[in-house]
């Protein structure tokens, strides 16, 4: 059943997805075509105009993919569509599982547009090449290919939390008989407040624990695995916060529905 129903999520989110995703790759197509004329100098404004709107695209790009998945979230449950999503003979969790499933698709399918969007507008001869040579270097003790792994599966678990946080505060605002909106928004402040406090915390803790760590930063001693170890802290801390917010969006969803 879970399959089922992730599959109709994800159907649902491409309407909000693929025009995003045509952009993307549009603009790259035009920059890239417009690129065989950029010895006249208007086309070549034009194309940096067009860059500059791909860049800009690409900087929020995340961001306007988690607006899309928090408002299908917020129809598909809480809404009038949720009276019709609830009468499924499927358990509150697999409803929810789905949701963050579906997130998790969308957050690679996002990156891996992004990449094509990049390479079909910039590719130029023995790039690859060259990308493949600076994935092999070294920096203090790492290759960079090692670190960049790391900070995708860190960017992956940030991005999965700070959904499931807005999706814990809106199980939360919607359990209430008014002001939902409102309340969601409060809850989801209180729990961005609340988390950077404790983020905060575990910071002081690491440093009280291991000063010799900072002092390593200012001197030839440092050594990325060192980093590697103090991110990997918070990387499980933040894991831990996003099965946090599962909980609490399961059990109001389960116990304290109360639709729109």
Same mark, same amino acid.
């Given at each position: 059943?879970?399959?089922? +129903? ?5 159907? &649902? ?6 025009? @995003?995703?045509?952009? @993307?790759?549009?603009? %790259?197509? *035009? ?7 950029? =010895? ?6 034009? !194309? ?8 800009? $695209? ?6 306007? &993919?988690? /607006? ?16 019709? #999503?609830? #009468? $499924? ?41 060259? +990308?493949?040579?600076?994935? =092999?270097?070294?920096?203090?003790? *790492? ?13 992956? /678990?940030?991005?999965? #939390? #700070? ?7 809106? &199980? /939360? ?13 409060? !809850?989801? @402040? ?11 915390? @575990?910071?002081? /803790?690491?440093?009280?624990? =291991?000063? %010799? ?5 200012? =001197? ?11 991110? %990997? ?6 894991? $831990? ?20």
């Amino acid at each position: 059943m879970l399959g089922k +129903v992730l599959k109709y999520d994800l159907k &649902a989110l491409c309407r909000y997805l693929i025009p @995003l995703y045509v952009v @993307l790759l549009g603009l %790259s197509m *035009m920059i890239r075509f417009l690129g065989f004329f950029d =010895n006249i100098s208007v086309i070549a404004i034009i !194309c940096g105009l067009l860059i500059v709107a791909l860049v800009m $695209l690409f900087i929020f790009s995340f961001m306007l &993919a988690g /607006i899309f998945l928090v408002k299908y979230y917020l129809e598909n449950l809480f809404k009038e569509q949720g009276y019709l #999503t609830h #009468t $499924l003979p499927v358990k509150k969790g697999t409803l929810l599982f789905s949701k963050v499933l579906a997130s998790l698709v969308v957050f690679i399918v996002t990156a891996l547009v992004l990449i094509v969007s990049l390479v079909i507008a910039f590719y130029q001869e023995g790039l690859f090449e060259e +990308v493949m040579k600076g994935f =092999n270097l070294s920096i203090y003790g *790492m290759k960079i290919y090692e670190f960049l792994l790391f900070m995708i599966v860190y960017g992956i /678990i940030g991005y999965m #939390t #700070t959904i499931l946080m807005v999706y814990a505060s809106i &199980a /939360i605002g919607y359990s209430r008989s008014s002001n939902k909106l409102v309340s969601s928004v409060v !809850c989801g @402040l209180i729990f961005y407040f609340i988390m950077e406090f404790l983020y905060l915390g @575990l910071l002081g /803790i690491i440093m009280a624990i =291991n000063p %010799s760590f900072t002092a390593s930063l200012d =001197n030839n001693t440092f050594m990325m695995k060192d980093l590697i170890s103090f991110l %990997s802290i918070f990387m499980i801390f933040t894991a $831990l916060l996003g099965g946090v917010y599962y909980y609490i969006s399961y059990r109001f969803m389960d116990k304290k529905l109360n639709l729109e």
